[in-house]
């Protein structure tokens, strides 16, 4: 989860990570321990990685 955390970003890279941070812990909180839980927040990560480069263009 320490990957999602978006408050050390610069403002205009945190409106991009901080609604994948905010998902994420929801999921966290809400949904079973498991490998499927594990999986989907592995694979929301590489999203918020891919969605931030992007932003920084």
């Not at 990957?3 to 610069?10: C, I, K, S």
Request: proline share 5%; charged share 30%.
């Amino acid at each position: 989860m320490k990957y999602f955390e978006y408050a050390h970003l610069t403002a205009h890279l945190q409106t991009v990570s901080k609604p994948f941070g905010e998902l994420a812990v929801e999921m966290n909180e809400t949904l079973p321990d498991g490998p499927e839980k594990s999986a989907g927040l592995r694979k929301l990560l590489e999203a918020k990685d891919c969605m931030v480069r992007a932003k920084l263009g």
